[in-house]
């Protein structure tokens, strides 16, 4: 193709009142012209047809159409609400087969194509809809996207397309134990090695201790008193005309006990019995609807190519 050959490269419209003439169009310039629109048109596949006007805009479409399958089932993910020209929103529409043949097309041959009463668990594909004139579209609204894993061990099993409900990591919880009542447990101690125990009486206040013999009250006369009349058993053990001896003057005082040493022991200590009970246990509530990452609100739109078409026909 060329410019008009003018010393600027553009058209003068002349003024013939003073004499100027406007631009000489040369054959050279008009048969670059005619060959370049009419190669468009025969190479779009027309035949040249003078009755037609339309031609050159059918090869323009015919060019589109070209290049467009190769997009046919793109996916791409953009900030706006309506889709482009051409371009669908992943909204789980159903369509009409005959109104998107490209899009129909690649849906069969995408390896994601399921049967319409199990798309519910399989929104990322696309689904036979009616099984006759539609099909259905994938739903990505309101869902993050995983990369197939195709026989990894991560996310492994899964079919392309396949929806997945949200679920956390394996975790603990804080658990808080509710009253029970009053019960009792039983305990047992540890081994303590052999040791001793040792311990102190209770004060018994103002006393005297009496020594269980005695001799006739004639001929005993201990030095702190004595006990009882005469009639008690004496030192000899076949009388019974004795009395016998305090062995401690009256006082305020302690005894003292010591316990002999044991051998390597334990002891076991058994609370006061209770009935027989539970223990419940609550598990504090966290989160909200659904696990989720921070994230953020985009479109996802599908290349359906041509509409031949309106759904509504």
């Not at 631009?23 to 370049?36: F, R």
């Not at 018994?204 to 006369?221: D, L, R």
């Not at 009395?243 to 002999?260: C, F, K, N, R």
């Amino acid at each position: 193709m060329q410019r008009i050959n003018t010393p600027d490269g553009r058209f003068a419209p002349g003024d013939p009142s003073a004499g100027v003439k406007g631009t000489v169009l040369t054959s050279e310039w008009a048969n670059s012209i005619q060959e370049e629109l009419a190669r468009t048109v025969e190479r779009s596949g027309q035949k040249l047809n003078a009755q037609s006007n339309e031609q050159l805009y059918m090869a323009i479409v015919a060019i589109a159409r070209s290049l467009v399958p190769e997009r046919v089932g793109e996916i791409v993910f953009e900030l706006r609400q309506k889709p482009r020209p051409g371009w669908l929103l992943l909204n789980g529409g159903e369509l009409k087969r005959a109104c998107y043949p490209q899009l129909w097309d690649y849906a069969q041959q995408c390896g994601a194509l399921v049967e319409e009463q199990l798309w519910k668990n399989a929104k990322g594909s696309f689904s036979m809809g009616d099984g006759a004139s539609t099909f259905r579209l994938p739903d990505l609204r309101g869902e993050f996207i995983r990369c197939w894993a195709d026989g990894s061990n991560v996310d492994k099993g899964r079919s392309l397309g396949s929806w997945q409900d949200s679920e956390n990591k394996e975790h603990a919880h804080k658990a808080v134990a509710s009253s029970s009542g009053e019960h009792s447990h039983e305990l047992t101690l540890f081994p303590g090695g052999s040791h001793d125990h040792s311990g102190k009486a209770m004060a018994a206040g103002v006393h005297k201790h009496v020594s269980p013999w005695g001799e006739n009250p004639g001929q005993y006369h201990p030095p702190w008193g004595t006990w009882g009349a005469p009639d008690q058993l004496g030192s000899h053990g076949n009388d019974h005309d004795n009395v016998w001896g305090y062995t401690s003057p009256d006082g305020d005082h302690e005894h003292h006990l010591q316990i002999e040493a044991t051998n390597a022991h334990r002891h076991d200590i058994r609370l006061s019995s209770a009935l027989d009970h539970e223990h419940s246990v609550t598990i504090e509530r966290d989160g909200t609807i659904e696990a989720r990452p921070t994230n953020i609100s985009i479109g996802a739109f599908i290349c359906a190519g041509e509409c031949v078409k309106e759904q509504s026909e």
